[in-house]
């Protein structure tokens, strides 16, 4: 299985791809750096000796996060998928965190939301909580420290979340053209107000 994973979502927006079971190769992108979201994806590509028809599946980060960066990588992501008949997965941005950073099981995970507030999922005995928030920064670190879980910051941790992308695409289910893991792009487009910062 060839995979592609997409992040702009996050402060520290990234590309991976991997192929079989090998590692993913992965590279930083350049922040808010839209315009080279393509020319990344086609020189990795490129260097793996794969072109872009040879993809089974294309990961994106979903949000919340960066709408600029969410808008980009969705519709790049969504676009690439149909040409070439991909499948389309998509991961939310705290599901990649948890996947990404797996201990300690009491964690509270925040990305930045602009004007003192941030979204935060909370991640309880190893497993993320179903409900995510968008609240006062100081509040979330207050009631963190309250609850004894570490406070992982998207936007200071440096995480690099495309790689956990590619481990969760491969094991999305494998269903019919079009279809995704976590919903369908229509509706994850329509949830962009919900978690968007500039």
């Known amino acids: 299985m060839r995979l592609l994973a997409i992040d702009t979502a996050t402060p520290h ?12 190769r992965t590279v930083e992108l350049p922040r808010l750096g839209a315009e080279a979201l393509a020319p990344a994806v086609a020189s990795l590509l490129f260097d793996l000796g794969l072109v872009p028809r040879d993809l089974d599946r294309i990961a994106v980060v979903s949000g919340p996060g960066s709408f600029t960066g969410l808008r980009s990588s969705l519709a790049f992501a969504r676009g690439l998928a149909r040409a070439t008949g991909a ?11 948890s996947e990404t950073i797996p201990a300690p099981p009491e964690a509270d995970f925040f990305l930045d939301a602009l004007r003192g507030e941030v979204h935060r999922r909370r991640r309880r005995n190893g497993s993320l909580l179903p409900e995510e928030e968008r609240l006062n920064r100081e509040t979330a670190l207050f009631e963190a420290d309250r609850d004894g879980a570490a406070g992982i910051d998207l936007g200071s941790s440096a995480l690099l979340l495309a790689p956990a992308a590619i481990s969760l695409a491969r094991r999305a289910p494998a269903e019919e053209q079009g279809a995704l ?3 369908r792009l229509p509706a994850a487009v329509e949830r962009f107000g919900t978690g968007e910062t500039s």
């Open 181 to 183: 893991a976590y919903g």
């Open 13 to 24: 927006p990234s590309l991976a791809v991997a192929v079989d079971g090998s590692a993913p």
């Open 87 to 97: 499948l389309l997965v998509l991961v939310p941005t705290f599901v990649a965190a």
